[in-house]
């Protein structure tokens, strides 16, 4: 079954910090990952989709990256800004279910 | 514009009084799925489908009912409605075609209090 564990699970950063958000997944048959971004008590509003094909794909100021021999995705955060201030999930689509697995998240604070 | 709307999207409720909590989604969706967030616990999915009248458990089913007639709707059921079933819930649904890339798309959350 695959697992998703996301680290750190908070983070508090001065603004205009360049920021590494990561997502770890145990099976690397993947279909796809999806970044997401939830602010407290809202929906999730989904950021960058990566298909198992890709490498990486860029949004503004957001780049995801993944690397499935090694399990892991990273979502890099430019020149951070207290409206960036939220929690980050990641979910991970496996090869033939198309059942998401998402992480916990990690819950960002950027402070003025 | 693609959507998925839940209703209601507030309610509290007493113990044991049936309710139902409708989902929709305008992008003809084959998969849809359930899901509750607590503090702590993460996003736990309840139910999911994949298609019409094909609907399967997910990670905490208990309690829940769920059914697919129609390929648009994926109404969750809560049948005698606990105190523990109090909690933030989530629709979901994607594509399960290839010419879409799958993307997730939620619905604003339903917050449900039962007393």
């Known amino acids: 079954k695959q697992e998703v564990t996301q680290i750190p699970a908070a983070l508090s950063v001065p603004e205009g910090e360049n920021l590494v958000l990561n997502c770890s997944f145990t099976?690397?048959?993947?279909?796809?990952l999806q970044w997401f971004r939830q602010d407290p008590g809202k929906g999730l509003t989904s950021l960058l989709l990566?298909?198992?094909?890709?490498r990486e794909q860029t949004s503004g100021r957001l780049n995801a990256s993944l690397d499935k021999s090694s399990g892991r995705s990273t979502l890099y955060i430019a020149a951070s800004q207290p409206g960036d201030s939220a929690t980050y999930l990641c979910?991970?689509?496996?090869?033939?279910?198309?059942?998401?697995?998402f992480g916990r998240g990690t819950s960002l604070i950027v402070h003025p | 514009e693609a959507q998925v709307t839940q209703n209601p999207r507030y309610l509290i409720t007493v113990t044991g009084k049936k309710l139902t909590v409708t989902c929709s989604q305008n992008?003809?969706?084959?998969?849809m799925s359930w899901y509750r967030q607590d503090p702590g616990l993460g996003l736990r999915q309840i139910y999911y489908?994949?298609?019409?009248?094909?609907?399967d458990k997910g990670d905490v089913p208990e309690g829940y009912k769920v059914s697919r007639k129609e390929k648009r709707n994926f109404p969750l059921i809560l049948e005698s409605p606990s105190p523990n079933q109090t909690s933030l819930y989530f629709c979901?649904?994607?594509?399960?075609?290839?010419?879409?890339?799958?993307?997730?798309?939620f619905g604003e959350g339903s917050w449900l209090t039962v007393v």
């Open positions: 489908s994949m298609n019409v009248e094909v609907t």
């Open positions: 990566i298909q198992s094909s890709q």
């Open positions: 979901a649904s994607r594509s399960l075609g290839h010419d879409s890339g799958n993307t997730i798309y």
């Open positions: 099976d690397s048959a993947i279909y796809n």
């Open positions: 992008m003809n969706h084959e998969y």
């Open positions: 979910a991970v689509s496996s090869g033939g279910s198309y059942i998401p697995t």
